[in-house]
């Protein structure tokens, strides 16, 4: 592990094409060679990036799905022991019994060293995807303790608490956020969310959002890298299109949980107060 833990990470806000495998493909390697020439050593996709994410049913999910062994996982393999860089991404990942999972893939210099199944499905994921139901991994990397997970999943402190307390230092999130009204001048409320749960924790966070439209949606394009403090160290951007994010973080500043003298938020915790709340 890098005892110094100064990492640069990106989030690469690209538009994937629904349906077009090979462009996704070439889309990602792309931007995560621009992402490894700009020096990022952590590199966070959206949500989906390799199929899209708008299916018309069950069945254009499953024709689009791949396994753990597929072709974009393999290219996300090849890139990471090339560039010797870590890869968060999301796919649509095909399980046994033709099920299917929105799913994250966590990959560096060794290989796929962890997959995380969405456990929170949003609107109408629930017809097509299986709710994972394993906790958030944090995974002993080159760069530092990373964990990860997708989107919707952001919306439940109680999920983001799981890695923070397992000792992650950095928590990748990719995300597809559909934008919606707000009041004037307000920022997304996903943004606020994530560095909300930064602070809270005293983790970093990197949610990697897309552009674009998609079958009649936009999305709010509100990737943001967010510190220990909950500080926006990158992003979020009001610039719409594609976007590629840096910030180089000293990573140990996560296992500082004191907000004063006398306050840790982790050691102040009382769970036995906590154990009546459903």
């Known amino acids: 592990m890098n005892r110094a833990n100064n990492v ?3 989030c690469c806000q690209v538009a994937p094409k ?16 621009q992402a490894a020439s700009a020096g990022a050593q952590i590199v966070v996709l959206p949500e989906l990036v390799q199929s899209g994410y708008l299916f018309h049913d069950r069945s254009e999910a499953l024709s689009l799905s791949e396994p753990t062994d597929g072709p974009a996982i393999n290219l996300w393999k090849a890139l990471a022991k090339e560039l010797n860089i870590l890869i968060v991404a999301g796919f649509c990942e095909r399980l046994g019994a033709d099920q299917l999972a929105n799913s994250a893939a966590m990959i560096d210099a060794q290989g796929l060293r962890a997959v995380y199944r969405k456990a929170h499905l949003w609107d109408e994921e629930n017809a097509i995807f299986s709710a994972g139901n394993a906790p958030p991994p944090v995974v ?8 990860m997970m997708i989107c919707y999943d952001l919306e439940f402190p109680e999920w983001v608490r799981l890695p923070a307390l397992a000792g992650a230092q950095l928590l990748c999130a990719p995300v597809n956020w559909p934008d ?11 943004v606020v969310r994530v560095q909300a749960n930064a602070s809270v924790n005293r983790l970093f966070i990197a949610a990697c959002d897309r552009h674009g439209h998609e079958r009649g949606v936009g999305w709010v394009q509100g990737s943001v890298i967010v510190d220990a403090d909950g500080y926006p160290l990158a992003g979020p951007t009001e610039l719409a299109g594609e976007q590629l994010l840096l910030a180089t973080m000293n990573l140990n500043e996560a296992h500082n949980k004191y907000i004063s003298k006398l306050n840790d938020l982790h050691g102040d915790r009382r769970p036995q107060l906590y154990a009546s709340v459903g």
């Open 140 to 147: 002993e990397t080159a760069f530092g303790r990373i964990s």
């Open 18 to 33: 629904i349906g077009d495998l090979a462009y996704n493909r070439t889309l990602t390697e792309r931007v995560i060679r």
């Open 8 to 10: 640069t990470v990106a």
């Open 180 to 190: 919606g009204p707000r009041p004037e001048r307000e920022r997304p409320a996903e």
